[in-house]
């Protein structure tokens, strides 16, 4: 995902507020908010696969990291150059599909394993409660595993996202 991990995201919030209170506005009228991007596993044996397809791996490509750069910190290859942004650089209409070929290639499990929360619905809540610990006022968790399953089980994923929000899982 777009933050490494839920303290990068608290440290985020925490300037925030910092700048906030130096310009003398409360901190507190502000909303602090993420679209967190995740996968839950239904505890069948689609998790690799819904890891591996190629959606998965073009979600990871484009918005695993919003400043493209940071996967070298992380010891990953670049998949776009460095200063690469997708509002800024990507242009759907004039990619190849040897271009597409090229960026699938390029985006490793690895990448997709840090863009992404995976795990059981109670490990995706466990990750919201940090988010929220850490800062956030207002998440909007996004559940991509109607897209990435099998079509026989695009049920499950429906009925996911409610125990998730409300940490009952």
């Known amino acids: 995902w777009a933050f490494r991990n839920p303290q990068e995201w608290?440290?985020?919030?925490?300037?925030?507020?910092?700048?906030?209170m130096r310009k003398e506005r409360d901190p507190e009228k502000f909303t602090l908010g993420l679209w967190?991007?995740?996968v839950i596993d239904n505890g069948t044996d689609d998790l690799d696969a819904m890891l591996e397809h190629p959606l998965c791996k073009w979600f990871t490509a484009v918005w695993g990291r919003l400043q493209h750069g940071l996967w070298k910190q992380e010891g990953l290859n670049l998949i776009f150059p460095e200063d690469w942004h997708y509002a800024m650089k990507l242009r759907p209409f004039e990619i190849s599909?040897?271009?597409?070929?090229?960026i699938l290639a390029a985006t490793t499990r690895a990448h997709v394993e840090k863009s992404l929360i995976i795990g059981t619905v109670d490990e995706v809540a466990e990750?919201?409660?940090q988010l929220v610990e850490g800062g956030a006022t207002y998440l909007a968790p996004l559940d991509l595993s109607a897209?990435?399953?099998?079509?026989h089980r695009h049920s499950f994923s429906d009925l996911t996202m409610l125990p998730v929000a409300s940490g009952s899982g």
């Open 10 to 20: 608290a440290n985020l919030c925490k300037g925030i507020k910092e700048d906030l």
């Open 127 to 129: 990750e919201m409660y």
């Open 97 to 102: 599909a040897a271009e597409v070929d090229r």
């Open 147 to 151: 897209i990435f399953l099998p079509q």
């Open 36 to 38: 967190p991007a995740c």
